[in-house]
């Protein structure tokens, strides 16, 4: 299914759902039948995150923060399935606990949210932390799955973006502080009295947010070398290589740097004789990797689109010096690695999405209408030209590049 179809139906389903549901649940909870069912010790716990890649890094130290809590505790993670590598990439989910979502088309959607509720009940899940920002369809699926106490984000006295009243855990979205916090504030609504409104009341620091550190072993290095030399024999370890990812993802495709500007840095980069340049990319950033290597028309530009899988990008980031990149995933899974990165951000903030992750540079002009993709919005902007992009020079970026090359 495509964005704008499952906007359509999130809202123009989920809504009356959503309201339906809310009735159901205020008249069970006067009846008492809601919380006689004493929790499981340990608990079991579902996380929900079902949309963007990026977020299970992000998620990281909220998912950590359950163990601490609830030592002992069996933790589930429902997710798409187009998106569940890069939960398996973080290896803090067990393999059989992950359920998967497949969301191509609508028919496959339907059967397998039935399926995975199913499962879910039979689990007897306790807890449910809705990590996504204002989805009516994961608040619809905890409430659903049966757990007794929901967390997630409650609008209070927002505007918009309904989605009942179906949590026993409300939390505050914090719109000017990092998405991981917010992240960790859902699991520390769980030590929080319930009657705190709004949750959670209490300092939350950076210090709180870790992600795993991923180095590649020496074989899995070697295959990539391997795939690299396929595409030209001459690189080898000795010389420089500088990673692009000039695709944006179909979510948000706005957020891309221009391809022209992709195509001058790399001409640039590349009157270093000793310097390699690999593009890389999912199938849908193939036509964007095509356009810069056939404009640049040099073999040290390496088309790597499409040629890796999400696991293969941790060795190649660890053989590699630099990644230039649009925002989206790819910059949260090389923040498990040390490579330094230059990430561009424009429609999106980097004082909430920046890959977490000290060698990280984020690149933004705060404009005065940046960023126009929020929460609040369903991150759908209405911009149609996005200078705020546009208006990062290549000198600029070139130069920081050059810097950190000529100091490594």
Request: glycine letters at 4%; charged letters at 20%.
């Amino acid at each position: 299914m495509n964005i704008e179809l499952m906007r359509i139906i999130d809202r123009r389903v989920g809504v009356p759902l959503c309201f339906i549901l809310t009735l159901l649940f205020k008249i069970s909870k006067k009846l008492k039948k809601h919380n006689n069912v004493p929790l499981n010790i340990p608990p079991k716990i579902l996380y929900i995150e079902l949309s963007e890649m990026g977020s299970t890094i992000l998620a990281y130290a909220a998912i950590k923060k359950a163990f601490e809590i609830f030592p002992g505790v069996k933790l589930y993670f429902l997710i798409f399935e187009q998106n569940s590598k890069s939960l398996r990439l973080i290896n803090i989910i067990p393999e059989e606990n992950i359920c998967t979502i497949r969301s191509r088309s609508l028919i496959r959607f339907v059967i397998d949210t039935f399926r995975v509720l199913w499962r879910l009940r039979k689990e007897r899940i306790d807890i449910v932390i809705d990590l996504e920002l204002f989805s009516r369809f994961t608040s619809i699926l905890a409430y659903l799955c049966g757990a007794k106490q929901r967390v997630g984000f409650y609008r209070f006295t927002l505007e918009g973006l309904y989605r009942g009243d179906l949590l026993t855990h409300r939390v505050a979205y914090n719109p000017y502080q990092h998405i991981s916090l917010n992240f960790l504030s859902l699991v520390c609504a769980l030590q929080s009295p319930t009657n705190e409104i709004p949750l959670v009341k209490r300092h939350l620091t950076h210090d709180e947010i870790t992600v795993p550190s991923l180095d590649a072993d020496q074989q899995a290095k070697d295959i990539i070398w391997k795939k690299l030399k396929e595409v030209n024999p001459q690189i080898d370890p000795s010389n420089s290589i500088v990673i692009l990812n000039p695709h944006a993802g179909k979510l948000l495709p706005i957020r891309a740097w221009p391809l022209k500007n992709y195509v001058e840095l790399t001409l640039r980069l590349l009157q270093d004789s000793d310097l390699y340049i690999i593009v890389v990319g999912t199938k849908e950033g193939l036509r964007d990797a095509e356009r810069i290597c056939r404009e640049v028309n040099d073999n040290r530009c390496l088309d790597m689109a499409a040629k890796l899988e999400l696991e293969e990008l941790i060795p190649l980031f660890n053989i590699s010096h630099v990644l230039v990149t649009n925002d989206s995933g790819l910059p949260h899974f090389a923040s498990l690695t040390s490579i330094r990165m230059f990430v561009f951000f424009g429609p999106e903030t980097p004082k909430v999405y920046a890959p977490l992750s000290p060698n990280c540079t984020p690149l933004y002009a705060s404009f005065a209408c940046s960023p126009c993709v929020s929460a609040f919005n369903h991150r759908k902007t209405p911009c149609n030209d996005n200078k705020c992009l546009q208006n990062i020079g290549v000198d600029y970026v070139y130069n920081m590049v050059k810097d950190h090359l000529d100091h490594t």
